[in-house]
């Protein structure tokens, strides 16, 4: 219960001479909803992709579901480091970066054959019950093309849970979303932690579901966590100004 | 008159104009063809000799396209690659092969191949001797395999980086996300300049006919040549070599432009007007 599933401990990222995350302390306990805000640029995204290695960070070490990473040489023993933690942190992204090329089934069903190596009958199963789950089972013989926006992420929540990750990460993904379709995604982020108490890391700006969802609000400001805390806290009474300023002007 | 000249042609339909000019370039070939002493019956008589090379050239082709594609593919993902040795190795590969001329390239592994064998082992030495045809079908394998180097890069790289960064974040590798989703999304903008490349290397295989090949295996060219020399009617057996290739050439063009229109109408989006939210994108049927 308290070890955590993700440890991020001294985490620095800097592109060239801008350093965008300046050391970043940060650990998300089994269950919990960890809801990361802050102005655009203040490094949100940078957090997620150092923490499955899509950006090298510069220095620092993460801790997924037990497996310990740190920046360096791309060796094939470092290879299969980062693979490991990529297969136990799902990720979801603002664009939603279906595969176009397959169908909705083949899009959830691919890396679990192609990288776990399970049984394609078996993945279709699971992935059925995961499109039934994010409601699209009819949907499962369609190509993205023919989706809406909520139901494309809708299919990439799917294709990430296929993996049976410990944690899923989700940077903005309501954000290239039309206002209409915005609910039926959160709606499924919902009932993913309070059914299934999936352990979340969500980056995004939707304070109503911050407000009943998280576990937890991190600010960040300018590379840094400033401020954390349980939401009823951190919306109704924040204590740094900045928090205070970000909150006015998005509430 | 020029008035009235005019008037006529704005009544005639383009199409028809067209063929009308085909046809009058036509006649003035035939005429001057007239003029040349031509011999249309010798043309007739030895159709079937130079016609039987078609297959040759065809096989050739198929054989070199196929190496070229397979150098092209490693070619492309050595010049993407952050390997010093793939990006070198493909480097100097496609400098080389870019950087001089077909006919050099076809004679270097034709004859200099097996002098690269030491005296003492004469076995190497045999196993390096190749035939024209040999010899030839991997000089244009070579050769195209380094400019379509570039339409396969430009293929991969067409793929956006979202897709990698997707498959990464699935843990797949490299390997994985290059067969499983970056080929399969690149192929339909290589397929097309591939044909082109294949129609051009239909004309260009005539060169083998310089390293001169056994009679049983000669492609179209060498055959005319023979022909025509033999019976000093060199002009005569070109023109039937040159309508060969011509109508070769064309077929496979028809080919082309039809797997081209396919290709292109499959994925297209086109903007449809819906009164329903959430389907107004939709794929077009495949032609
Ligand atoms: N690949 C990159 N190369 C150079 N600079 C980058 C790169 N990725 C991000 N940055 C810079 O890092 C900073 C933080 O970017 P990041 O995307 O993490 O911000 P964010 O908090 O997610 O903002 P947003 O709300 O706009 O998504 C920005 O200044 C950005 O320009
Ligand atoms: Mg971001």
């Not at chain 1, 920046?71 to 480091?81: D, F, S």
């Not at chain 1, 959160?186 to 979340?200: I, K």
């Not at chain 2, 085909?22 to 003029?35: D, E, H, M, T």
């Not at chain 2, 001169?212 to 039937?240: C, H, K, N, T, Y």
Request: some cysteine.
């Amino acid at each position: 219960m308290t070890e955590p599933v993700v440890r991020v401990s001294q985490l620095h990222k800097s592109f060239g001479d801008n350093e965008v995350l300046k050391g970043i302390d940060l650990d998300v306990t089994r269950g919990e909803v960890v809801v990361i805000f802050g102005r655009s640029g203040s490094g949100k995204s940078t957090l997620l992709r150092c923490i499955n290695f899509l950006e090298e960070p510069t220095s620092g070490t993460i801790e997924v579901g037990g497996v310990r990473l740190e920046p360096g040489p791309r060796t094939h023993r470092q290879r299969e480091a980062i693979r490991s933690v990529r297969i136990k942190a799902g990720m979801v992204f603002q664009e939603f970066n279906l595969f176009p090329h397959l169908t909705v089934l083949e899009n959830v069903i691919e890396a679990p054959v192609t990288v776990k190596g399970q049984d394609r009958a078996h993945s279709v199963a699971v992935a059925e019950e995961l499109l039934a789950q994010v409601g699209l089972a009819d949907k499962r013989d369609e190509h993205p093309i023919r989706l809406s926006g909520g139901q494309k992420q809708r299919v990439a929540i799917a294709r990430a849970l296929a993996m049976e990750p410990e944690v899923m990460m989700f940077d903005e993904p309501t954000s290239a979303l039309d206002p209409e379709l915005i609910s039926e995604v959160l709606s499924v982020m919902r009932s993913l932690a309070t059914e299934t108490q999936m352990t979340m890391m969500v980056v995004t700006h939707e304070m109503g579901f911050a407000r009943e969802v998280a576990t937890s609000m991190a600010f960040f400001h300018e590379g840094l966590i400033v401020e954390q805390g349980p939401p009823g806290q951190v919306i109704a009474d924040p204590q740094h100004a900045q928090t205070k300023r970000f909150l006015e002007a998005v509430l | 008159m020029r008035e009235r000249l005019e008037q006529w042609s704005a009544d005639i339909p383009f199409k028809v104009k067209l063929g009308m000019v085909w046809g009058v370039i036509a006649l003035i070939v035939v005429f001057l063809f007239s003029l040349a002493d031509f011999d249309v019956q010798w043309m007739l008589d030895h159709l079937w000799f130079i016609a039987q090379g078609l297959p040759w050239t065809i096989i050739i082709c198929g054989l070199a396209i196929i190496l070229a594609v397979t150098l092209a593919l490693f070619g492309a993902l050595g010049r993407l690659s952050n390997s010093a040795v793939a990006q070198g190795v493909t480097g100097f590969y496609t400098s080389f092969f870019r950087g001089t001329p077909l006919i050099v390239q076809m004679f270097l592994i034709f004859l200099a191949l097996p002098q690269l064998a030491p005296p003492n082992l004469p076995g190497l030495r045999d196993s390096l001797t190749l035939t024209a045809l040999q010899a030839g079908v991997i000089a244009l394998g070579l050769n195209y395999g380094a400019y379509m180097t570039e339409i396969f890069r430009a293929g991969i790289q067409s793929v956006g980086h979202g897709q990698v960064e997707a498959a990464e974040a699935l843990g797949m590798t490299y390997r994985q996300r290059m067969r499983r989703i970056v080929l399969p999304q690149a192929i339909r903008l290589i397929i097309p300049p591939t044909g082109n490349e294949f129609i051009a290397m239909l004309k260009d295989s005539a060169l083998i006919s310089l390293l001169g090949s056994v009679v049983a295996q000669m492609e179209i060219f060498r055959r005319a040549q023979l022909v025509g020399r033999a019976d000093f009617r060199p002009l005569e057996a070109f023109v039937v070599a040159a309508a060969l290739y011509w109508i070769l050439t064309t077929i496979f063009q028809v080919f082309q432009a039809k797997l081209e229109q396919r290709l292109s109408t499959g994925y297209v989006r086109t903007l449809r007007v819906s009164t329903q939210p959430g389907v107004e994108l939709v794929e077009s049927e495949p032609a």
